[in-house]
T-cell receptor, first 114, second 109 residues
């Protein structure tokens, strides 16, 4: 069982280019999340999906979009990358959105926008 | 606003005990989580507290005081592999996780 897989693991991207970060989970979790992690800051929620077919905006959604066509996949798209989007991106999933719900994280995508 | 505070870095000796504190101010409270994150890796779940008191799990224990907006993670019998960042996160009234910046724990032999 792979758990939750992200691709690519790292990427250098020219500013202005479009980029999709992929995230797939095989745990049949309902909820999925995209976070960015920057030095000195906590994980910040970009977008989330409580169940297939629904998405919501997190704390820092500008410049990003997501879709949730099925339970397993939750891609994150940068429409036109800017240097401030240089970060480590983590995808996560959980069984639900209640209190004691452990989040499982992918290994991360290190993105550099130049 | 919502805020999670924890020390940036701590140093401890192998075999010793260390306590990592976390204070929080959030819109509502639906539990507090601790995660461990080794450098270059994904965070992994350590503990969850929703009621006041101490939860023990092997060498790791987590304490919560909701009235004080305070938690700590206690690590006993420190091992070199415990060198990592420890992330405190609170689930707010909207069931969203608010994360602290993490505490980097350095273990010295």
């Amino acid at each position: 069982i792979a758990g939750i897989t992200q691709a690519p693991t790292s990427q250098i991207l020219a500013a202005g280019r479009r980029m999709t970060l992929r995230c797939t989970q095989d745990m049949r979790h309902n909820a999925m999340y995209w976070y960015r992690q920057d030095l000195g800051l906590g994980l910040r929620l970009i977008h989330y999906s409580n169940t297939a077919g629904t998405t919501g905006k997190g704390e820092v959604p500008d410049g990003y979009s997501v879709s949730r066509a099925n339970t397993d996949d939750f891609p994150l798209t940068l429409a036109s990358a800017v240097p401030s989007q240089t970060s480590v991106y983590f995808c996560a999933s959980s069984t639900g959105t209640g209190g004691n719900t452990e989040a499982f994280f992918g290994q991360g995508t290190r993105l550099t926008v130049v | 606003g919502q805020n999670i505070d924890q020390p940036t870095e701590m140093t401890a000796t192998e075999g010793a005990i260390v306590q990592i504190n976390c204070t929080y101010q959030t819109s509502g409270f639906n539990g507090l989580f601790w995660y461990q994150q080794h450098a270059g890796e994904a965070p992994t779940f350590l503990s969850y507290n929703v009621l006041d008191g101490l939860e023990e799990k092997g060498r790791f224990s987590s304490f919560l005081s909701r009235s004080k907006g305070y938690s700590y993670l206690l690590l006993k019998e420190l091992q070199m592999k415990d060198s990592a960042s420890y992330l405190c996160a609170v689930m707010d009234s909207n069931y969203q996780l608010i994360w602290g910046a993490g505490t980097k724990l350095i273990i010295k032999p």
